[in-house]
């Protein structure tokens, strides 16, 4: 064809990512964030539940329950802890693990909370172990013991905290300690989206973003998402621009596919991660079985990284399982890169998963 794009597939992909950190992306992703727990689309379990977490502290007039929210990135972590705020109507500190490095950064922030504030501690399982310690304390009793001075003379102060309600947001709730897990009140596992979930979170999308888009068109867009809401709106803005600039602006299923093409987003929604993870399994490994730090050797990726981004997906998708031994491809998984699974070889043979 001679209307080529213009960048590789790689190229598109930088582009991307860079195009999200801009402000205009930002601001579209500000207003695209559900604010109220009404608004929040699929998760109808954590949703309800948390609903009368806080209906229930609401009556009785106490600060609700410490809760722990975990699941794969994008799906909704940080808007349902930013709703939890809103809706007790009350002000929101937000921080990370990785940004705690020592006990005092913690413990500063948590004298300094109001009465009843929402601290929000995202990647709370990266938390530095002495800041985790003061963290027990602060959750059961609103105290931290402040040390002051050094060796034999150093002295714990206690201090008073205000109430407050943490919660905290992690990928991989298994790598939480069991005394810091305890101490939440609610544990809830966000789950990836129905393709019917994510096409309503798309239609909802494009009506704040102002494009007009078939329902067709939507399901297209939503069945590429990963099961993610991010990827849905992701995909969508880079869809926008492709329907002002190479059609009429509305997005139809030909817009939809067309764009996402060019894009280099697969039918599964697969991204170039993904698909790296799945052809080193299957290319450079037989379909393995292959333990997940040489995979992610192999595709130039943390473990972690390849574990907490990639594979949940992959799994829930029936690409790639986990075996005792090791990472294996599905035969689906084989199909998937358009390559015949091995006649007998390996766990799953050559029937449908
Ligand atoms: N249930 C939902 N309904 C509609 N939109 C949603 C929903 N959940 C998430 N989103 C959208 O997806 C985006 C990503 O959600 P969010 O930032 O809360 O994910 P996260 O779980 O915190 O991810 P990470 O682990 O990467 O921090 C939000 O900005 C929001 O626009
Ligand atoms: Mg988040």
Redesign the pocket.
Known sequence: MDDEPEYTPEEWDAALTAAEATELDRLA??G???GKLD?????TRV?EQIGLLLEGARRRGATPDHLL?S????????????IVAAELGVGLRQTSGPAIERSGDLAAILTGLARGEVLFI??IHRMARPAEELLYTAMEDFRVDVIVGKGPGATAIPLELEPFTLVG?T?RAGLLTGPLRDRFGFLGQ?EF?GDA?LE??VK??SGILGVAITDEGAAEIASRSRG???I??RLLRRVRDFAQVRADGTITTPVASEALALYDVDELGLDRLDRAVLGALVKTFGGGPVGLTTLAVAVGEQSDTVEEVSEPYLVRAGLLARTPRGRVATAAGWRHLGLAPPATEGLFGTGDA
């Open positions: 992703e500000a695209i964030r559900p608004d929040v689309i699929g998760q949703r929210l699941g794969p990135p994008g799906l909704g972590k940080t808007t349902l802890a930013m995202d990647e947001a990928t966000l989206y979930e309503a979170i909802r999308s993610t809401p991010r849905a709106n």
